[in-house]
C-alpha cells in the first residue's frame, strides 16, 4: 500500500464527524434541516428492516429544491454551460431552468402524466434531459432514465417493467461525430405497447424520423406551454426514479429510489465532497442514464445553486486533447470522472494535458471502479499539478448516493492513492467474513452496510421480494454491497471488485446473466458462459464462451453475427473482447459454471493449483476442463 498524500482544502470540521458518531438518527434529522420541506417530518427514521422510510410524513420536492430555492436568491446565476461534440454551445440560468421544466411539467399534465405514473426517458446529454427528469419531478411522476448505450430490446424490458405511459426522447443524439438514431431505436422498443400513449420527440440531431400516431413533437408542445407549475407537495417517500441496473440474474432490477431520504443524502454529501462554492465550475463527465449522472449532475450541483459543464459526445473528441481543452475554456474548478476515463487520458501521454492550462482546477474525483494507484498518481500529478485533492468516491445505484469517500469539505485527512479513504459522517461500513463477523484491518471479506442510511434504495421496483432476497439475506441485518473490500488500520476501504457475477465495462454495470441470456436469444447458441477479465482501459473487458446447437458449424461469420446480436439485444457496451466457440462448458457436478476457471483460462493465466479454482471439484475433472479450453482459445488465435 501506498504512502500517504496529505493534501485538503485546509477544511477541519471534526463536529459533523463526532454528531454523527453519536447518534446518526438525530445527525441526519438536523441534516434534514439544509432541504426545503413543506411540511417537517414528525418521526426522523421508521426501519422495518429492510425498509427504511425517512423523514416520515416530511412533504417536499426534487425539483423545488433544485431550482426555486435557487432561483428565489439568485435566478441569474448559470446552471448549465451545455457543449455538443460539434462545438456548439447553449448556456441556462436557473430561472431560465425552472420556467423551462415548468413548461414540460405542464405538458406532461396535459398529455395525462398523473403523480405516480413513470415517464422513460431516453434521450442524449442535453438539458433537455435534465429538464425532463425535473420535470417528472415537479408533478411527482416517476423517472426512469434509460442511458442511450442501451438497445430496443433492453429499453423494451424496462419500458414494459416500469409500464411507462410516456417515452421522451429525441430524434438523435452525436458520439465520434456520428449520429445514434434514438427515436427509430424506440420505435423498436415500443412498438406494440398498448400502455405506452405518447412519445414526445426533441428535435436535437435534426435528421427525419418516422412519425407514428403516438409521436409527439416536442417544440409543438413545449413552446406555448405556461411558465409556471405548481410543485407537487410530495410525501418523503414518494418515489423520485427507477434506474434500472444490472444484478446476478438476467432481468435488470429496478432501483426504486425515493425523495426526501435521497436529497439529504444527496445535498449533504455533494457539500462534504466537493466543497462546492459561489464561484466553482463543476463538471461530472459521467452520463446521466447512471446513477452518477442522478446523483451528481442533477440533482447535487442544482440544489448548491452550482453552475457546471454539460458535455455531449465523446471527450476525445474530434482530438484526444477535448477533455483538457474544455477544463481550460470553462475554467472547470471541479472534474469528477472515472477510472476508465483516466486511463484512456493517460493513455495519451503528457504532452496533451501540458499544452493545456489546467490551473483552474481545484478538486479531483474519481467514481465508478477501483482506481489503480499509478493511475490516482498520475492524475494527481498530471492533471491537479499536486495541489489537488483527489476524492475517490465508493457508491453504488442502491446506494443513491456516496457512502465511502474522503471530505476535503469537511476535513482535510491524508490520502492513500488507490484507497476510496474513511466512510461518510452519518454511515455505517464495514467489511465482514462469510458469517458476518467483523473482520480486522486488512483482512480481505465483504462489504456491508451495519444501518440505514438516508439515499437507501426504498425496494426494487414491484418486487419487495427480490429486494430482501439480494440484499439482506446473505446477512439478515447488514445490507450486502456485492463488493469484496479491505480496511486497513486506519480504517480506510481499499476496494477489491465485485465478489457476484457483476461486471464493470468501462465503469459500467453489467451482470453476466444478462449478457448470457441475450446470447442464448441467438437461435444458433445453446449454452452462454460470460466472465470478465483485466483490462488495461476498461478495467474490465467481457469474454464469452459460447456452445453451439447441434448440427450447427462455427465459422467466423457466424462469430460475426453473435457479436452483432449481443449489441442487438443487450447494447454496444455488452460487445465481447474475446468470443470463443466451444464443445461444452466447464461445470460443477451441481450443473455451476465454473466461471473462475473460465476466467483464469481467458486471462491467459497458468493452471497453478487448480483445487482452490471451483471449490469442490476434483481437480481432475477442472485440470481437463482447463486443457481443453485452452487448446480451443490456442486455436482460435491460430486462425
Ligand atoms: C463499483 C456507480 C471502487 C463497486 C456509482 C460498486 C467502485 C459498483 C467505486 C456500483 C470506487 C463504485 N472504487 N469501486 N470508488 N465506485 N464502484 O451501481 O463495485 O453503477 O459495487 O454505481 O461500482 O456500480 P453502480
Not at 333 to 346: G, H, K, N
Not at 507 to 522: D, P, Y
Request: proline share 4%; charged share 25%.
Amino acid at each position: 500500500m501506498d504512502t500517504a498524500y496529505t493534501i485538503g482544502l485546509g477544511n477541519n470540521d471534526t463536529l459533523t464527524r463526532k454528531r454523527a458518531s453519536q447518534d446518526y438518527i438525530k445527525f441526519w434529522d438536523e441534516e434534514a434541516n439544509n432541504l426545503h420541506w413543506f411540511e417537517r417530518w414528525n418521526k426522523t427514521l421508521e426501519w422495518n428492516q429492510p425498509f427504511a422510510r425517512w423523514f416520515v410524513n416530511g412533504k417536499t420536492n426534487a425539483s423545488y429544491n433544485a431550482l426555486d430555492v435557487v432561483s428565489q436568491k439568485n435566478g441569474k446565476k448559470t446552471a448549465i454551460l451545455w457543449e455538443g461534440e460539434d462545438g456548439k454551445t447553449r448556456s441556462l440560468t436557473y430561472q431560465e431552468l425552472l420556467d423551462y421544466v415548468c413548461r414540460v411539467a405542464n405538458v406532461f399534465k396535459s398529455i395525462g402524466v398523473e403523480k405516480g405514473d413513470r415517464v422513460t426517458i431516453y434521450l442524449p446529454m442535453i438539458p433537455e434531459l435534465v429538464i425532463s427528469m425535473l420535470a417528472c419531478a415537479r408533478i411527482g411522476a416517476i423517472h426512469t432514465v434509460i442511458f442511450s448505450g442501451f438497445s430496443s430490446q433492453s429499453i423494451r424490458d424496462r419500458v414494459i417493467d416500469s409500464r411507462s405511459k410516456v417515452i421522451v426522447t429525441a430524434d438523435g443524439g452525436f458520439r465520434r461525430g456520428e449520429i445514434v438514431k434514438l427515436k427509430q431505436v424506440i420505435d423498436e422498443a415500443v412498438s406494440g405497447l398498448d400502455f405506452v400513449e405518447h412519445v414526445l420527440v426533441y428535435e436535437h440531431a435534426k435528421i427525419p424520423v418516422s412519425k407514428g400516431e403516438k409521436d409527439k413533437r416536442w417544440a409543438d408542445l413545449v413552446n406555448g406551454a405556461p411558465e409556471h407549475c405548481e410543485p407537487e407537495k410530495l410525501d418523503s417517500a414518494h418515489p423520485l426514479y427507477i434506474l434500472y441496473t444490472s444484478g446476478t440474474t438476467g432481468k435488470p432490477k429496478g432501483v426504486l429510489h425515493g425523495t426526501g431520504g435521497y436529497l439529504v443524502h444527496i445535498r449533504s454529501t455533494f457539500k462534504w465532497i466537493f466543497d462546492i462554492k459561489e464561484s466553482d465550475i463543476y463538471f461530472c463527465t459521467a452520463d446521466i442514464g447512471w446513477v452518477t449522472g442522478h446523483s451528481y449532475v442533477v440533482y447535487g450541483p442544482l440544489m448548491h445553486g452550482a453552475t457546471q459543464v454539460m458535455y455531449e459526445g465523446t471527450l476525445v473528441f474530434p482530438t484526444p486533447a477535448r477533455i483538457w481543452d474544455l477544463v481550460e475554456r470553462y475554467k472547470i474548478t471541479i472534474l469528477y470522472t472515472t477510472p476508465t476515463a483516466l486511463r484512456m487520458f493517460m493513455k495519451y501521454g503528457d504532452l496533451l494535458p501540458n499544452s493545456k492550462d489546467l490551473s483552474s482546477l481545484r478538486l479531483l474525483g474519481t467514481v465508478g471502479e477501483p482506481i489503480n494507484p499509478e493511475v490516482w498518481r498520475w492524475y494527481f500529478r498530471v492533471i491537479g499539478k499536486e495541489k489537488c485533492p483527489i476524492v475517490d468516491t465508493w457508491w453504488q445505484t442502491e446506494t443513491g448516493g456516496t457512502m465511502i469517500s474522503s471530505i476535503p469539505g469537511l476535513e482535510t485527512v491524508p490520502l492513500k492513492p488507490g484507497s476510496a479513504t474513511r466512510q461518510l459522517p452519518g454511515i455505517s461500513m464495514t467489511v465482514v467474513d462469510e458469517d458476518g463477523n467483523d473482520l480486522p484491518p486488512e483482512k480481505k471479506g465483504y462489504l456491508v452496510a451495519k444501518a440505514p442510511w438516508p439515499g437507501m434504495l426504498l425496494s426494487l421496483w414491484g418486487d419487495d421480494e427480490k429486494y430482501k432476497t439480494v440484499y439482506w439475506s446473505k446477512y439478515k441485518t447488514m445490507y450486502y454491497s456485492g463488493d469484496y473490500a479491505i480496511m486497513d488500520k486506519d480504517g480506510y476501504f481499499w476496494m477489491l471488485g465485485r465478489a457476484d457475477d457483476v461486471l464493470k465495462i468501462a465503469g459500467h454495470r453489467l451482470g453476466t446473466a444478462e449478457i448470457e441470456s441475450g446470447f442464448v436469444s441467438h437461435k444458433s447458441v445453446a449454452e452462454a458462459a460470460v466472465c470478465g477479465i483485466p483490462h488495461e482501459v476498461k478495467g474490465e473487458s467481457i469474454v464469452a464462451f459460447l456452445v453451439l446447437k447441434e448440427g450447427i458449424v462455427s465459422s467466423e461469420q457466424l462469430e460475426d453475427e453473435l457479436v452483432q446480436h449481443i449489441r442487438k439485444v443487450v447494447g454496444p457496451i455488452a460487445t465481447p473482447d474475446q468470443l470463443y466457440i466451444v464443445s461444452k462448458l466447464p461445470k460443477t457436478r451441481s450443473g455451476k459454471i465454473m466461471r473462475r476457471l473460465l476466467k483464469s483460462v481467458a486471462s491467459n493465466e497458468k493452471i497453478g493449483d487448480v483445487s482452490t479454482l471451483e471449490d469442490g471439484e476434483a481437480v481432475d475433472e477442472v485440470r481437463n476442463a482447463f486443457n481443453e479450453l485452452h487448446r480451443v482459445i490456442r486455436k482460435n488465435k491460430i486462425r
